[in-house]
């Protein structure tokens, strides 16, 4: 995340999720593709995504998502559990299909947004999951 955010372009992305096991991958419905077309809601185990912020011309706050299966209004449910939003962050959708995408100020720790993003994916899983996560960096070329 500190380097992403060092370069002050906005360029690249970091997916964050669950680690599962065979067991657990199990447990998930099998995808169908008139399920993928036709479904209100995301993927049964959430997927967050961290983009950093970008500096310049067109300068944009950090931005995180999260892709999950739970339906309307996520973010409501999120504060019911004990995970409000932080009041400086600003949510720019919360939509059933498309997830959840929030701007959050580039002061903000990168820390803190990670430790909300994996306890909000957590609280949005639908399936038990251990606390075992993965990320993915994609980064632009230097």
Do not use: Y
């Amino acid at each position: 995340m500190r380097d992403l955010s060092e370069r002050g372009g906005g360029d690249g992305w970091i997916n964050i999720g669950p680690a599962l096991t065979d067991a657990q991958q199990q447990l998930l419905p099998e995808p169908s593709m008139l399920g993928s077309w036709f479904s209100a809601r995301g993927p049964t185990v959430p997927m967050a995504t961290w983009t950093p912020s970008s500096s310049g011309s067109r300068p944009r706050p950090v931005s995180i998502g999260i892709d999950h299966g739970v339906g309307p209004k996520a973010l409501e449910r999120l504060r019911e559990a004990g995970l409000p939003l932080p009041t400086d962050w600003r949510k720019v959708q919360d939509n059933a299909k498309r997830g959840i995408v929030v701007e959050v100020p580039r002061t903000v720790e990168h820390r803190i947004v990670i430790g909300w993003l994996v306890s909000a994916c957590w609280s949005l899983c639908g399936i038990d999951i251990d606390n075992h996560w993965s990320a993915v960096v994609n980064s632009p070329e230097s």
